[in-house]
């Protein structure tokens, strides 16, 4: 019977359905047809598949070939296709064995000499062969990826030959330790190497803690962007299933995996002139964006009201929900971002309101038309809005003294706060909803009238309240303090500048 079935795995958002490569050689004139929604790029595969073929001292069937990719309503694109076809046509004209084709899955891109090349999205699709028990076949390039889900059942091949030879029975690819060895972590940036900006290095550490979204304020050159980069270095690292997640959405998108920032927190940091879509993600065959490629990790906006008022807006439904749809008329994909979000900015125009070392040239109607390029709602999304002060020369000439701490000392407190939510909670402090915020706040005694009466003097939203909340029981995490006080509450209340500056030009 002139009839394979080969198994491969398509690309939907971070998902890899299965795919069968049914192929049927009949008699006719000769002629190669592939259905089951093809793309461009999968519809040439039958040129690359032919000269591959040819080129490796195969058979070209010169009989009529139908390929069918089911299901048939499911897209198929990309090249990842190439080499499942070429084995349906190998095993459907009797040139290679098909027995035990049913335990293998196939990926890979042919060359015409019939070497194999890499592929996007191999991580999801080992994931997805690890459930059904299936052995994966991927290019070589693509192995040491494929092995971080933690399976022995990946298989890397260079040729399509090799790939042959390994289902024949004939050789046996083994995997060098040096291959899927991942490279040593590209060392961080150290919260030591700031001079100074002690109140802005503390936020940076409750913000860590409990994951916390920040803004900076400041000058021009005062460190805003210096502090902002060194917060990944003072975050624990992710978990496996963290580093899996975080490591499938990268291995979907067009930059590809870099193994060797294996667990650790991706920091994205895209310009100001970024498009929406460029930053919840796009695209016919919906790719992800800037905050789900910082899923689990950092994403940071300098020069904050730069931004297209527009492009910001789009960030106020993932920074609640963690999550992102992306709707197209033919397709739709769901990515998660539960990203930390951290921002800087400069508080006028020229850069030097309220600096006592430089002359502001703005107006009050200036200031406030730059600072109202920023909604209340997006405002009231960022837990703490942090004052980064002008440094004085003496401050700039000093050199780091026994009050300046390392990023791994901050991290063992960071850390510590962490597990003690955890333990507590089950979540860090910033991922609470209201109900469980009312049940774990544990408010001291005064502590609770002192908020009240504040808010309803600075006439807080009940979001920004709740954020405030948030933020005062990490401080209380951080101090091991099973209660919030008072102090607690008037620190985290400190940090809301961006309110006070409004009221200031208003």
Not at 85 to 98: D, H, K, T, Y
Not at 119 to 146: D, F, H, T, Y
Not at 395 to 412: C, G, N, R
Request: proline letters at 6%.
């Amino acid at each position: 019977m002139a009839l394979s079935i080969i198994y491969s795995r398509a690309g939907v958002g971070i998902e890899a359905p299965l795919v069968t490569v049914e192929t049927h050689l009949s008699n006719g004139l000769p002629s190669l047809n592939i259905v089951g929604l093809p793309e461009t790029a999968v519809k040439e595969s039958k040129d690359r598949v032919r000269s591959a073929l040819l080129n490796a001292n195969f058979e070209f069937p010169a009989r009529r070939i139908t390929i069918n990719l089911a299901p048939a309503d499911l897209p198929k694109d990309g090249g990842r296709y190439d080499l499942p076809i070429a084995l349906g046509i190998l095993a459907a004209s009797q040139q290679i064995e098909s027995r035990n084709l049913e335990n293998y899955e196939f990926m890979g891109e042919l060359a015409l000499s019939g070497e194999l090349r890499s592929i996007n999205g191999v991580l999801p699709a080992a994931l997805a062969a690890k459930k059904s028990q299936r052995k994966l076949v991927v290019p070589v390039q693509n192995l040491a990826e494929a092995q971080l889900v933690g399976t022995t059942q990946a298989i890397g091949g260079n040729h399509l030959l090799q790939v042959c030879a390994l289902l024949k029975g004939q050789c046996e690819i083994k995997l060098e330790k040096s291959t899927v060895s991942l490279k040593p972590p590209k060392p961080l940036p150290d919260l030591i190497e700031v001079k100074g900006q002690y109140s802005a290095k503390r936020a940076l550490e409750i913000a860590a803690a409990g994951r916390h979204n920040l803004l900076f304020i400041g000058p021009p050159g005062t460190g805003k962007t210096m502090l902002a980069t060194r917060l990944a270095s003072i975050l624990p690292e992710m978990s496996e299933q963290e580093a899996i997640e975080s490591a499938a959405i990268t291995s979907v998108s067009h930059q590809g995996l870099d193994t060797s920032n294996w667990k650790q927190r991706p920091f994205r940091s895209p310009h100001h002139t970024a498009s929406a879509a460029a930053l919840v993600g796009g695209g016919s065959n919906p790719k992800p964006g800037e905050i789900s490629l910082a899923h689990h990790g950092v994403l940071f906006l300098d020069e904050l009201p730069e931004f297209d008022r527009r492009v910001l807006e789009v960030l106020r439904e993932p920074l609640e929900s963690g999550t992102v749809t992306i709707s197209r008329a033919a397709r739709q994909a769901e990515y998660p971002a539960e990203f930390q979000f951290l921002a800087a900015m400069n508080p006028c125009p020229c850069g030097h309101f309220g600096n006592p070392r430089g002359a502001c040239r703005c107006t009050s109607d200036k200031i406030r038309r730059y600072l109202l390029k920023l909604s209340g709602p997006f405002i009231d999304r960022i837990d703490m809005h942090v004052d980064v002060p002008a440094m004085t020369p003496e401050e700039l000439k000093s050199i780091p003294d026994q009050s300046s701490e390392s990023s791994e000392k901050v991290k063992k407190r960071v850390l510590s706060a962490m597990q003690r939510q955890i333990k507590n909670r089950g979540k860090c402090n910033a991922m609470l909803n209201p109900r469980e915020l009312e049940k774990e706040i544990n408010f001291a005694s005064g502590a609770e009238n002192f908020i009240l009466s504040v808010l309803e003097k600075l006439k807080f939203s009940a979001r920004a309240y709740h954020r405030i909340l948030r933020v005062s029981r990490t401080i209380a995490d951080l101090e091991k303090s099973a209660q919030v006080k008072q102090q607690h509450l008037a620190e985290a209340l400190n940090y809301r500048r961006l309110e006070r500056m409004l009221n200031q030009v208003a």
